[in-house]
């Protein structure tokens, strides 16, 4: 059943759940629909619920709309893997290429807060050279942005977040103090340290968007470990609890429950977006459009809005809307140990190596990835063992009671741009009665090779540190971007240094779907300095 936040409107008549308090309220404002606000947003995750806040307290009138249900993680969230599932981004999406993904769960979420809502909270920030991989590394593209300027927004994200991170992170430049003190390794984080020092390479603790002391309304992490299905203390910090309530007291309005299905134009303007909200279509009014539904959505909806003006979609005049789909390869290593390890216990990854996204000597491929500590929940866990091993009633029951023994290191890989891997969109319609979109992808040699290395990596450190019966789980991804690509040339992007549509100048995207590249790190805290960067170009601009 679905549970109420689900089925109700929260957000209206001048209030929105208070996040920090069991039913409580505080106030927001409201616009009319006929009312041209400055910014009509779509998604408030990484990037719209970033931008919402930092575009409020610039002052300007702002309605960010998300599609999924306004939470109170104290009330509404159980320490449960099937009742969380209430996150997901679910909805029917046609999957096919060589290697269809996997969508839902590990992907993409559909909540006020976005995909952070339910992320293992890892917080890290690009290799430099990774902006510049075409011209510095000789693959991919280059990104229209420098690294030193994305160095000031990390700053401005971590401190908004109060990372937990080591007193001196081992890899790239010199930088400042995390914010809050790491938090404790566990016992699995204890294996990667183990490994990584047998075999001569660097770890450290991961810095996560978790507290390690309190903070306001918010206690501390206390490892319980049910980060991904959506952390039910509050000591995650998510956009739900960092930037959105900073937006709602500059006066940001946030309509829940509503689905954008439309973005309307005219003589090559957008002026606002047809929603469906409370079982009605409805139209808001808007001076400028900033899309920021995540890298299927985003694209979906640009192509959806096609109109005779636009015939090919919104921001399609390169024909690359929806292409050079990425996602990051999420393959892993995994052993028994004699010592009970209980790797579930605290945040899935609580140490780290960047070794191969800094080391590029001794690699048959393109590209960076990283590896961390593991500990999957037991539904993932039986999914990991029956997908990846093909084990199955008793046998599965059996592998299954020695879950406490486990150790595993997985990693975040980089996976090329490809124009054949794409969103599109197909004939059939979902519940709102808007296309289906259909995602096509396939692994590269490029993929392949990395992959290889890094599993054989991986085992070898596992073995190192002590682990028997290895085996390797060769079928996993994460994370999502590309799709509206942001560069310096009309003809090869789809947004321009400022995620500003080439083709209209009053629409915008601000989530992982403009990345040019995705390196080997996981992208959330880059996507809220962009969405940072974003809104201190707006305020020039606009
Ligand atoms: C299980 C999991 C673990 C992860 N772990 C990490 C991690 O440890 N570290 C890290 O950096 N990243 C992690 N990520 C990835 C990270 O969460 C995403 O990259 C990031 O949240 C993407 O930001 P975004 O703004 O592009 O999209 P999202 O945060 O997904 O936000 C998009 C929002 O738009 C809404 N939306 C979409 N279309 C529409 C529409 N048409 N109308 C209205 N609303 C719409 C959606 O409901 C959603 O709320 C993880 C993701 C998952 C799923
Ligand atoms: S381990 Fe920490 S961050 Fe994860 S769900 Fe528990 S309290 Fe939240």
Redesign the pocket.
Known sequence: MPSEPEQQLRAGGGRAPDVFTPGGWVPMREYGEAEEVDFAIVGTGAGGGTLACRLAEAGFSVVAFDAGAYWRPLEDFASDETEQQKLYWTDRRIVDGSHPLKMGSNNSGKSVGGSTVHFA?VSLRFRPEHFKARSKLGYGVDWPVDWREMWRYYDEVEDALKIAGPVSYPWGPKRGRYPYRAHPMNAAANYLAKGADALGIDWTETPLA?LSAPRGKAHP???????VTG???N??QSVLVTWLPRALKAGAEIRDLAMVGRIETKNGRATGVHYLRAGAWRFQKAKNVIVAGYAIETPRLLLMSANSEFPDGLANSSGLLGRNLMVQLNQAAWGQVADEVRSYK??PSLAISEHWNYEDRGKDYFGGWSYMSQGPLPITWAKSLAGGRGLWGQALIDEMARNNHSVGLKMVGEVLPYEHNRVTLSDETDQYGLPVPRITFSLGENEQAMIAHATDFMDRSLEAAGAAERWKEMDDTCHLGGTARMGDDPATSVVDPDCRSWDIPNLWVCDGSVFPTVGGVNPSLTIQALACRLADRVKALC
Do not use: D, I, W
């Open positions: 909270m978790t992490c206390v490892y319980r470990g049910f980060c952390c039910s203390t000591a995650k605290g945040p």
